[in-house]
């Protein structure tokens, strides 16, 4: 992992000194990091923090913003009002931010973000991973569904750039590298030529 870090700073740096003298310095951008609960956005997120990006995740922004409800004593989650988050981030975020941010969340790919990561993972290894954080069975089930019919990609907007990994198959410090070095490409390719279909694979 030292060694996978090291190599990262190095790409880390780059990429930012590539993002710092684009287009007379605008720079920072705002990354989603999307996907099914249990998909893996939580350690993606937390290397590229480890590397110097900025991490907010869309429950903090909520909470920042008033737009976070009390538990739902069902499922034990906060429920987040998306489109009143939409609209005090559209003025909260006019321009570009002062540094790089990462937003890591499911909700995420819906706010005004520059680009968008979507994490997949194989319908029964995420079925093993949810069960393994005690999560109810009904909600492992409307996960593990919204999972096969794509996650957020019924929910996402065309024209932000869009990469997609596999994180059953995958290992997270590859997907990591991956991701900088997508950036330091300027985002191409814009979005991925097959994206991830589980009932084509033969996976449901």
Not at 60 to 86: H, M, T, W
Not at 132 to 146: A, L
């Amino acid at each position: 992992m030292h060694s996978f870090l090291g190599q990262c700073y190095a790409s880390a740096r780059s990429v930012l000194v590539v993002f710092a003298t684009r287009e007379g310095m605008e720079g920072a951008f705002r990354l989603a990091i999307s996907g099914t609960p249990g998909t893996g956005k939580s350690t993606v997120a937390s290397l590229l923090g480890d590397l110097g990006y900025r991490i907010e995740t869309v429950e903090s922004l909520a909470e920042e913003f008033g737009c976070i409800e009390e538990v739902d004593p069902r499922d034990g989650a906060r429920p987040i009002d998306v489109k009143n988050l939409q609209q005090k981030l559209k003025s909260a975020w006019e321009g570009m931010p002062n540094k790089t941010t990462v937003i890591d969340g499911h909700l995420s790919h819906l706010l005004g973000v520059d680009s968008v990561v979507i994490l997949r993972c194989r319908p029964e290894e995420l079925r093993e991973r949810l069960a393994g954080r005690s999560y109810p069975n009904q909600k492992i089930d409307e996960n593990v569904d919204w999972e096969i019919l794509g996650g957020p990609w019924t929910e996402i907007e065309d024209g932000k750039p869009i990469i997609e990994f596999d994180t059953s198959c995958e290992r997270i410090e590859s997907i990591v590298a991956a991701i900088l070095q997508w950036v330091s490409d300027d985002f191409k390719p814009r979005s991925p030529r097959n994206p991830i279909d589980w009932v084509g694979k033969g996976e449901v």
